[in-house]
C-alpha cells in the first residue's frame, strides 16, 4: 500500500487540481475544508487494508462530492443554506421544528401511484402529518419482495408507481405546501435480481466481490455461528446457496436479498452515489434501513459492530457537504442502550433520528398488563439524546412489534422475563383468555420459543373484536385505546409518528392470504389499503373512521403549539403511587416559556384519579386540561387535589408556575 499522505496536503493537492474552478461554490469549499480530515480519517480507518491508494480512494471520494453537488438542483441549495442558517442563528435543526409530525405508507396501498399520492396530500394535511415517509418505491422483483426491500434498481422507480420525473414532482409538491419526504436507503442488501447480483452470478469478479460469499457449507456456518436469525420460520438460517456462483452468500433477511460487502471500497462508492443522487431528487429525509447490520465480521452477532457506525458517519460526513439539508433515520431495532448509538455518538455526527423502538414495545406492555411499572422505570433510561437529535414516537409501523427490551427492566418490575413475553405473545395473539387483542405471532422459532407479533393498532386495540361481536361499549374501548396509545406518541418525547391505515383505525386485512407473493408474510396483515370508502367515513360524524381520525388530528393540531411538546423538549417520568397510571413531566426548553405539562394517563378500563399530595412538590397547581373541551368536560377536580382519569384516559395538564420562595 502506498502511505496515505496527511488530509491537509490531500485537500490541498485536490484543491489546486480540481477543486478550486470558478464555478465551485464558497460554502460547499467551507463544508469541505472543514469536513475533510474527518471523511479521510473514517475511510483509512474502514478501508485501509483494502486500499492499494488510500490517497486516490480519498480523491475519488472528493469528486464524488463535488460532482453531485454540482449538480444539485438550485431550489435544494437554497433549502440547505436555509436549514443552515437556522441552526447557525442558534434555533433546532428543521426537522426537529416543534409541532412536525410525521406519516409513513406504502405508495400503492396509500394512494394506488405517484399520480393518485397528490389527491391524499388533502387527507395527510387534514392528518396534521408534515413528514410523509414513501416506503421502498424503487424497482424490485415481482412477486415475494419484501414490500419493496430487495431492490434491483436503487436510481429507479418501480413503473407500477410511476417514474423518476414523478418522484422529482412529488417532493417539489411536498415541498410547495411545507412538507418533507422520507424515503429508504436498503443500504445493507440488494435483491438477487440486481444487477450486481446478476454480473455475480455471471461470474464477474469484481461483483462477486460486493456480497459475502464463501465456497462451502461449512466456512458459511463457521463465519456465521453466532448470528442470529431475522425471519426463522420462512428464511432460517443466513446464508442461501446459489447454484451460479457454486457458493453459498450471506442472506441475513429473504434469500432473495443479498447482504453487501460494506468492507469492499467499491461498496461504499456505489452507495455514496446512490444516496447523493437520492438527496438531489428532494429527499428530505434517507431511513437507512436495517443499519445496524451493516458490518459483519465472523464468529460475531454481526450487529451494531464499530465499523456499521463509522460507515454511517462516514455518509452523513460526506453527506453533509454535497446536500447539507438532508437528515439520517436510523431504523436499528434493537436493545435500547444500541438504538441511542447510532444518534448519540460523540464526534463526527451520525444519525439524526432514530425509531424510539423501546417506547413503542414498552406502550403495548403497560396496554396488555394495564400495569405501567416496566413503561415507567424503563422509559427515560438510556433514552436521553443529544442535542440536534430526535425520535420519532409512534405505536405502530409496517413491521412487526418485537419485545426486544432488557429483561433486567422486567424482573425490576415485578416480573419473571420469560412468563411475562409469553404472556404478551399470547395476549396479542388473542390466546390469552380475555384478551382483546386480534394479532397474529410473527416469526415463532419453536427452538426458542420467541416470537413477534402482527396486527393493526385497531386489531391490537379490541376493535376488530369488539366490531365483530356488535358490542358498541368495547367499540368505545378499543378507541380509546388507539387514542391513549397515539395520544401518547404525541407527548411523551419525539416527533410522532402515524403509519397509514391506522389514523382511520383500520383492522387486519386478511386479503395478504390470497395472494401468493404474501402469503408466508403475516406482516401484511397490518399494511391495509387506504380503501376510499374508509376515507369517506372518516368524514362522517361518529363513524369510527372519524372518531380516530379527529382525535389523532386533535393530538397533532393541540401539541403543534405547546412549547413543552417539542420534540427535544425534556421530560421526566413521575413516580405514580397507582400503578395504573403513567406521569410524565414535559417542560419547555426555554425557561422562559413557563407552562409544563402533565401528561397523564390510565391503563386500565376502570376510572382512576391522578393525587396531587402524592406527586413531588413544586410542580405548580394544575391549572387546565389542554385535552378537556365541551364533549369531555375538565377532568380536575380542584376541591380534591386530584385529577379523574376515565377509562384509558389521557390529559395534558398546563401546570401553574410553581410560587416562587419568598426572597428568592
Ligand atoms: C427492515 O426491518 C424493514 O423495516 C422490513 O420491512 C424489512 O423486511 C427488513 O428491514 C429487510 O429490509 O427485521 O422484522 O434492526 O429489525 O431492519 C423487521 C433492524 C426487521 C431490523 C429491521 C428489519
Given amino acids: 500500500m502506498v502511505q496515505p499522505s496527511s488530509p491537509r496536503a490531500l485537500l490541498a493537492r485536490w484543491l489546486s487540481s480540481r477543486g478550486n474552478t470558478p464555478r465551485a461554490d464558497p460554502a460547499f469549499l467551507a463544508r469541505f475544508g472543514y469536513r475533510f480530515d474527518a471523511i479521510a480519517d473514517l475511510v483509512l480507518r474502514l478501508y485501509a487494508p483494502r486500499l492499494d491508494d488510500p490517497d486516490a480512494f480519498v480523491l475519488r471520494v472528493a469528486d464524488l462530492l463535488a460532482g453531485a453537488h454540482a449538480s444539485r438542483p438550485t431550489e435544494l441549495r437554497a433549502g440547505d443554506a436555509e436549514r443552515e442558517a437556522r441552526v447557525a442563528e442558534g434555533r433546532e435543526p428543521w426537522f426537529l421544528e416543534p409541532g412536525l409530525a410525521a406519516y409513513m405508507a406504502y405508495l400503492d396501498r396509500f394512494s394506488g401511484d405517484f399520480r393518485g399520492f397528490r389527491e391524499r396530500l388533502p387527507h395527510l394535511e387534514r392528518l396534521g402529518a408534515r413528514i410523509v415517509h ?362 410522532p409518528l402515524v403509519f397509514s391505515g391506522d389514523e382511520l383505525g383500520l383492522v387486519n386485512d386478511f386479503s395478504w392470504l390470497d395472494d401468493p407473493a404474501l402469503a408466508d408474510d403475516n406482516r401484511w396483515m397490518h399494511r391495509p389499503r387506504l380503501d376510499p370508502e374508509a376515507l369517506a367515513r372518516s368524514e362522517v360524524a361518529d363513524t369510527v373512521e372519524s372518531r380516530v381520525m379527529n382525535g389523532i388530528a386533535r393530538f397533532l393540531r393541540l401539541r403543534k403549539d405547546v412549547p413543552a411538546f417539542a420534540p427535544d423538549a425534556p421530560f421526566e417520568v413521575l413516580h405514580a403511587q397507582d400503578e395504573h397510571l403513567v406521569l410524565c413531566l414535559r417542560s419547555p426548553k426555554e425557561a422562559a416559556a413557563k407552562a409544563r405539562i402533565l401528561v397523564a394517563a390510565n391503563f386500565t378500563a376502570k376510572s382512576r384519579a391522578v393525587r396531587f399530595q402524592e406527586l413531588p412538590a413544586g410542580l405548580g397547581a394544575p391549572a387546565r386540561d389542554l385535552l378537556a373541551d365541551e364533549d369531555a368536560p375538565s377532568v380536575l377536580e380542584p376541591g380534591t387535589g386530584e385529577i379523574a382519569l376515565g377509562p384509558y384516559a389521557l390529559a395534558w395538564i398546563a401546570l401553574a408556575a410553581p410560587e416562587r420562595k419568598a426572597g428568592a
Fill in 134 to 495: 414513501l416506503m421502498p418505491f424503487f424497482p424490485c422483483p415481482a412477486g415475494n419482495n419484501d414490500g419493496g426491500y430487495a431492490v434491483s434498481d436503487y436510481l429507479g422507480v418501480d413503473p407500477r408507481l410511476g417514474t423518476v420525473a414523478d418522484l422529482v414532482e412529488a417532493a417539489r409538491e411536498l415541498h410547495r405546501r411545507g412538507l418533507y419526504l422520507a424515503a429508504d436507503l436498503v443500504l445493507n442488501h440488494c435483491s438477487d435480481e440486481h444487477p450486481w447480483a446478476l454480473a455475480a452470478k455471471r461470474g464477474e469478479r469484481r461483483y462477486r466481490d460486493y456480497f459475502h460469499v464463501f465456497p462451502d457449507r461449512a466456512a458459511a456456518e463457521r463465519y456465521g455461528r453466532a448470528m442470529p436469525e431475522v425471519f426463522p420460520e420462512t428464511a432460517p438460517g443466513n446464508f442461501t446457496w446459489v447454484p451460479e456462483l457454486d457458493a453459498w452468500v450471506m442472506t441475513v433477511f429473504h434469500r432473495f436479498q443479498w447482504d453487501l460487502d460494506w468492507s469492499n471500497p467499491e461498496v461504499f462508492v456505489e452507495m455514496l452515489g446512490i444516496l447523493l443522487e437520492l438527496a438531489n431528487r428532494g429527499i428530505d429525509i434517507l431511513r437507512l434501513d436495517a443499519v445496524p447490520y451493516l458490518w459483519k465480521r465472523e464468529g460475531t452477532d454481526c450487529r451494531n459492530l464499530d465499523e456499521a457506525h463509522d460507515i454511517v458517519r462516514l455518509l452523513k460526513a460526506c453527506a453533509d457537504v454535497a446536500a447539507p439539508g438532508l437528515a439520517f433515520l436510523a431504523e436499528a431495532i434493537v436493545q435500547p442502550s444500541e438504538i441511542v448509538r447510532y444518534l448519540d455518538s460523540g464526534r463526527v455526527e451520525e444519525c439524526q433520528l432514530a425509531y424510539h423502538a423501546s417506547l413503542m414495545v414498552l406502550l403495548w406492555d403497560a396496554l396488555a398488563t394495564g400495569k405501567t411499572a416496566v413503561l415507567s422505570r424503563s422509559f427515560g433510561e438510556e433514552t436521553r439524546l443529544a442535542p440536534g437529535t430526535g425520535w420519532l414516537s409512534y405505536a405502530r409501523c409496517h413491521d412487526d412489534i418485537g419485545l426486544g427490551y432488557d429483561e433486567e427492566k422486567i424482573l425490576r418490575a415485578g416480573f419473571t422475563p420469560r412468563a411475562h413475553r409469553r404472556f404478551l405473545l399470547d395476549f396479542y395473539s388473542g390466546r390469552y383468555p380475555g384478551s382483546f387483542a386480534r394479532g397474529r405471532l410473527f416469526m415463532e422459532d419453536p427452538r426458542t420459543g420467541d416470537a413477534r407479533i402482527s396486527g393493526t393498532c385497531a386489531s391490537l386495540c379490541g376493535l376488530e373484536k369488539a366490531l365483530e361481536e356488535g358490542d358498541g361499549a368495547a367499540v368505545d374501548l378499543a378507541v380509546k385505546r388507539i387514542m391513549l396509545l397515539h395520544g401518547l406518541a404525541a407527548s411523551l418525547t419525539g416527533i
